[in-house]
Each structure stands twice: as C-alpha cells, then as structure tokens.
C-alpha cells in the first residue's frame, strides 16, 4: 500500500536526479484540501546581499502533473489472425 498523507500535510525528498539547476533541488506530495499535489522547491541564492539564500517552491495539482509528464506510449495493432490452418 502507498504512503498516504494526512489532511493539509506533505513530504519532499532530496531530488537525486537533479542535473541542472532548472530541476528542483527536492520533489515530494502534499494532500492540502483533500487535493493531492506534486510539490518541487529548489534552494535560491538572493539577489540581496542581506539574504543568502531562499526556497522557491511550486505545487501543480496530481492529476495535471500526471497529465503533463506521462508518457504516451502508442501500441501497434494486433497482425489480423487467418483462422485457416495451412495443413
């Protein structure tokens, strides 16, 4: 059975498969109004000197998330079957 997560809580995980810094630095879930979504945050260095750095962070509805990065996979028809038999 998969994790399911309480009422308006959620959990991010190290993203290790990270390889630019366009890719979130963590990847996790949260349950917030009984919607489920997909959370990315990457960790931010500031523009201002007084603040070093920040985490921007980004939620997108399970389901859309889901609809966006699926892969479709395309299956090639099934060869017609010839019922006779050679013999």
């Not at 810094?21 to 009984?34: D, F, M, V």
């Not at 609809?67 to 013999?87: C, G, H, L, R, W």
Request: proline share 7%; hydrophobic share 35%; aromatic share 12%.
């Amino acid at each position: 059975m998969a994790y399911e997560h309480r009422p308006d809580t959620g959990s991010v995980f190290k993203n290790e498969r990270a390889t630019t810094p366009q890719h979130p630095g963590y990847t996790g879930s949260a349950l917030i109004g009984g919607v489920e979504y997909r959370v990315s945050i990457w960790v931010k260095n500031a523009d201002d000197p007084n603040r070093k750095t920040f985490l921007s962070m980004k939620f997108e509805a399970a389901d859309e998330w889901k609809k966006q990065y699926s892969k479709t996979v395309s299956v090639a028809p099934a060869a017609a079957v010839d019922d006779e038999i050679p013999f």
